[in-house]
């Protein structure tokens, strides 16, 4: 059954997350890459981006206090299923705590995605979001992480990330190709939306 939550609930989650998120960006700045969470704007120009909408699994990399994961919850079908993995275990338990059974909350590293899609008994996912940051990344971890994710996509599956800096683009260029870029100015600071399709379409 999928649940809702009332406009209060949601306004004391709201504001709950932004602190939670503050005092976890000062501990693991390089983890986290923003001080803020997203922006309204941003969480909706990435639910389009990825073509939620149509998607049967979804997977998102590095939900923090989960204002995209909402999102994308309100905008997938009733019967598609959302993989969050997520390092944090702060943000993991507030991601956890969110009451619907579309939602599978998983405590870990995105290089092991193809494992906890088998894992949890999961299609190959047509959307890939991520809004971890590829920039602040040790050598190799990127590179290891677009690794699983290619492998993990469905055949006609899109990869889509959310970053300040433009590190993510010469990450995936080996993977998917070059893919396409916008802009999302109504954030603080603006963001940089790209896309990527494995079947060569987004190059």
């Not at 019967?79 to 939602?103: W, Y």
């Not at 996912?125 to 469905?154: K, W």
Request: hydrophobic share 45%; aromatic share 6%; charged share 20%.
């Amino acid at each position: 059954m999928v649940m809702r939550m009332s406009k209060a609930k949601l306004r004391r989650a709201l504001i709950d997350g932004r602190s939670i998120f503050f005092q976890e960006f000062l501990k693991h700045p390089l983890e986290i890459g923003s001080i803020i969470p997203s922006s309204r704007f941003l969480e909706r120009r990435v639910v389009q981006t990825a073509g939620v909408r149509s998607a049967r699994t979804i997977v998102e990399l590095g939900p923090g206090t989960g204002g995209t994961t909402r999102a994308i919850l309100r905008a997938m079908a009733p019967q598609a299923k959302l993989l969050t993995i997520e390092i944090n275990p702060n943000f993991h338990a507030l991601v956890s705590s969110m009451a619907d059974d579309r939602l599978i909350a998983h405590f870990g590293s995105a290089r092991g995605l193809k494992e906890i899609l088998q894992m949890y008994g999961l299609s190959a996912p047509e959307a890939v979001i991520s809004g971890i940051p590829f920039s602040t990344m040790r050598n190799g971890l990127g590179s290891q992480i677009m690794e699983a994710i290619t492998s993990a996509l469905a055949p006609d599956g899109c990869f889509v990330a959310y970053q300040v800096s433009k590190e993510v683009a010469s990450v995936c260029q080996p993977f998917l190709g070059s893919g396409r870029m916008e802009v999302e100015l109504f954030n603080i600071p603006p963001v940089r939306v790209y896309r990527w399709e494995k079947n060569g379409k987004g190059r």
